[in-house]
């Protein structure tokens, strides 16, 4: 789907140095395996999951849900950002081996997020796919050490970063011989304040015309609004992203990070219904397991 050539200069004059992720490398575009299932290429991928991993039976409970209704990977974090320190800051190794007992209970891929160099060793023995958020872009040494590392990652746009600034900092993860890195908009700062960011959706093709990294999609972050949610996701396949990061928890107005904008089971159970029907007029392959766990 989408025409997208390689023209670096003519967005960003004078800043042609991706010279790992620029397009030109690969002109067809990455596709990466992730244990059979693939990111990049004609398919969109759903990687779903509660904003912080709390407890067992929240992380099973909404694991399982949303597998069954069609989520490829699992999301949780483990390591929370979080803007005051007396906030949850997440359950650490213990939620990644909560994580580790969903994968195996639900065969399902984990993404979780790694916040800081010490913890990359750590992450990597139980995470298929480590995300480095949206205030660690441009951490320089933890972007080295993802790129020493053999697991593939997931960077998000800063929220205050350019799109150059989210390119060049690829480059330091690609640089360091890690070939599997996937690129997620997740909305920026403005002046708006009616939600909590501005999703950038001009950042998509813009993305996919520049680099051949897979570029995924959060509209639970760029939207702060579980309502919101829907419609920034097939907007998102619209404008020919690779996937959805997106937010949901088995009882949002109790979550304990992140609950406004995360989708309840039946709200994520809708939205792929809505994703089906556009994936195919878009001829996207949305690709739902038939799976039910008795
Ligand atoms: C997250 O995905 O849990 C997260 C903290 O996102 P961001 O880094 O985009 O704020
Ligand atoms: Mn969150």
């Given at each position: 789907?989408?025409?997208?050539?390689?023209?670096?200069?003519?967005?960003?004059?004078?800043?042609?140095?991706?010279?790992?992720?620029?397009?030109?490398?690969?002109?067809?575009?990455?596709?990466?395996?992730?244990?059979?299932?693939?990111?990049?290429?004609?398919?969109?991928?759903?990687?779903?999951?509660?904003?912080?991993v709390?407890?067992?039976?929240?992380l099973?409970?909404?694991?399982?849900?949303?597998?069954?209704?069609?989520?490829?990977?699992?999301?949780g974090?483990a390591?929370?950002?979080?803007?005051?320190?007396?906030?949850?800051?997440?359950?650490?190794?213990?939620g990644l081996?909560l994580l580790r007992?969903a994968r195996?209970?639900?065969?399902?891929?984990v993404?979780t997020?790694?916040?800081?160099?010490?913890?990359?060793?750590?992450?990597?023995?139980y995470a298929?796919?480590?995300?480095?958020?949206?205030?660690?872009?441009?951490?320089?040494?933890?972007?080295?050490?993802?790129?020493?590392?053999?697991?593939?990652?997931?960077?998000?746009?800063?929220?205050?970063?350019?799109?150059?600034?989210?390119?060049?900092?690829?480059?330091?993860?690609?640089?360091?011989?890690?070939?599997?890195?996937?690129?997620?908009?997740?909305?920026?700062?403005?002046?708006?304040?009616?939600?909590?960011?501005?999703?950038?959706?001009?950042?998509?093709?813009?993305?996919?015309?520049?680099?051949?990294?897979?570029?995924?999609?959060?509209?639970?972050?760029?939207?702060?609004?579980?309502?919101?949610?829907?419609?920034?996701?097939?907007?998102?396949?619209?404008?020919?992203?690779?996937?959805?990061?997106?937010?949901?928890?088995?009882?949002?107005?109790?979550?304990?990070?992140?609950?406004?904008?995360?989708?309840?089971?039946?709200?994520?159970?809708?939205?792929?219904?809505?994703?089906?029907?556009?994936?195919?007029?878009?001829?996207?392959?949305?690709?739902?397991?038939?799976?039910?766990?008795?």
């Amino acid at each position: 789907m989408g025409n997208f050539t390689c023209e670096t200069d003519a967005v960003f004059p004078g800043s042609n140095s991706y010279l790992k992720a620029g397009r030109h490398n690969h002109p067809e575009g990455t596709v990466l395996d992730i244990g059979g299932i693939k990111i990049g290429g004609n398919t969109f991928v759903i990687m779903a999951g509660p904003c912080a991993v709390e407890s067992e039976i929240q992380l099973l409970t909404t694991a399982r849900a949303v597998r069954e209704r069609g989520a490829n990977i699992l999301r949780g974090g483990a390591f929370k950002p979080r803007s005051s320190p007396y906030s949850f800051q997440g359950l650490e190794e213990e939620g990644l081996k909560l994580l580790r007992k969903a994968r195996i209970e639900y065969g399902i891929p984990v993404i979780t997020e790694v916040m800081d160099t010490r913890q990359v060793e750590m992450v990597c023995k139980y995470a298929d796919i480590l995300q480095i958020g949206s205030r660690n872009m441009q951490n320089f040494p933890l972007l080295k050490e993802a790129g020493q590392c053999r697991k593939p990652v997931l960077l998000k746009r800063g929220m205050n970063a350019t799109l150059d600034e989210l390119l060049l900092a690829s480059e330091y993860i690609l640089d360091g011989g890690n070939e599997e890195v996937m690129l997620c908009e997740r909305g920026i700062r403005s002046f708006e304040t009616s939600y909590r960011n501005t999703m950038d959706l001009n950042a998509i093709p813009v993305l996919k015309r520049l680099t051949h990294l897979p570029v995924i999609v959060d509209p639970s972050h760029g939207t702060g609004h579980a309502w919101m949610v829907p419609y920034l996701a097939k907007a998102a396949l619209a404008v020919g992203a690779d996937g959805l990061l997106v937010e949901v928890h088995y009882d949002p107005l109790n979550a304990m990070c992140d609950g406004p904008q995360s989708l309840s089971i039946e709200q994520f159970g809708s939205l792929i219904n809505e994703l089906k029907i556009l994936s195919c007029a878009l001829g996207k392959d949305l690709i739902v397991p038939e799976i039910s766990f008795i």
